[in-house]
C-alpha cells in the first residue's frame, strides 16, 4: 500500500518566524487519521527566518532527527552540546531521560528544515546528541543510511529506536529500488523534485505512507532529493 498524502492536505501554522506543515498531528493541528506512522509520530516541515528560533524548552523519551534542507541551524542544549548543521547535513537528539535544548537559525537567510520525531524502544536512558555531514554528491543515486537503530550501521548517526532514516539524490530518470519488510511502516518524503513511487506519483514535499511493500521501486521525474524514514 502507498499512500500519498499532498503538500496542500497537511496541517499548519505561520506564526510569521515560523512557518511549518505538519505531516501528522502536531501542536494545535490534530487529525485522528494522523497520528503518526508506526512508530514515526512527527515529521514538520519548517522554514525558520533568519535570527529567529525555538528558545531552551525540554523533551524527553523521544528520538529526535534534523534534516537541514536549505540554511543552517544552531542548537544549545543543557548537556553543554553546541552545534551548527548546514544544508544537506543531520543532527540528532536521543531525549531520553530529559534535556532542554534550543534551535535558533542564525543565519542571514531562511533555514528550512524536516524534523522528524521517532518513538524510542524503550523509555529513560542518559539523553545524547550528534550531528554529521552527509554530502548530497555521496548519495547521488543510492540511498545512504543517516540515523540508524541497527549497531551495524557505524556510517549513520545513533538513535534509540528501531528505526533507519535514509536519504537519496537522483537525476531526472534515474531509478532506484530500496528493500523493506512489508511487515513495517516507510515514510517518504521528496525534499525537491517529483517522483514516482511504485506507480504513484509524489510530488514535492507531499508525503507517501508505505506498508506491505517488500520492494520499494522510485523513478525520479525531475532532479529529486527523498528522504525516508523505515521503522516498526
Do not use: C
Not at 502536531?26 to 528560533?53: C, S
Amino acid at each position: 500500500m502507498i499512500e500519498r498524502r499532498p503538500f496542500a492536505s497537511l496541517g499548519g501554522a505561520d506564526h510569521g518566524w515560523l512557518k511549518a506543515k505538519h505531516h501528522f498531528s502536531f501542536a494545535e493541528y490534530h487529525d485522528p487519521k494522523r497520528m503518526g506512522w508506526g512508530a514515526l509520530r512527527v515529521w514538520n516541515d519548517d522554514e525558520i527566518a533568519p535570527g529567529e528560533g525555538f528558545p531552551p524548552h525540554p523533551h524527553a523519551d523521544m528520538e529526535i532527527i534534523t534534516y537541514v534542507r536549505e540554511g543552517a541551524i544552531t542548537h544549545r542544549d543543557s548537556m553543554g552540546n553546541e552545534g551548527r548543521t548546514e544544508a544537506g547535513d543531520v543532527q540528532v537528539m536521543s531525549a531520553g531521560s530529559g534535556v532542554r535544548h534550543s534551535e535558533y537559525n542564525l543565519e542571514d537567510k531562511p533555514t528550512r528544515l524536516f524534523q522528524i520525531w521517532i518513538l524510542p524502544s524503550a523509555r529513560g536512558g542518559a539523553p545524547f546528541w550528534d550531528a554529521r555531514p552527509f554530502p548530497r554528491a555521496e548519495r547521488s543515486g543510492r540511498f545512504v543510511t543517516l540515523a540508524s537503530g541497527q549497531p551495524d550501521e557505524t556510517d549513520a548517526l545513533p538513535i534509540r529506536a528501531d528505526a533507519r532514516i535514509m536519504a537519496a539524490t537522483l537525476q531526472a530518470g534515474e531509478r532506484v529500488s530500496v528493500p523493506l519488510d512489508p511487515r513495517r511502516h516507510a515514510y517518504l518524503v521528496p525534499a525537491t523534485g517529483t517522483i514516482e513511487v511504485g506507480g504513484t506519483r509524489i510530488g514535492p514535499r507531499d508525503g507517501a505512507a508505505i506498508t506491505d511493500v517488500a520492494t520499494l521501486d522510485i523513478v525520479a521525474l525531475e532532479d529529486a532529493e527523498i528522504v525516508l524514514v523505515e521503522t516498526v
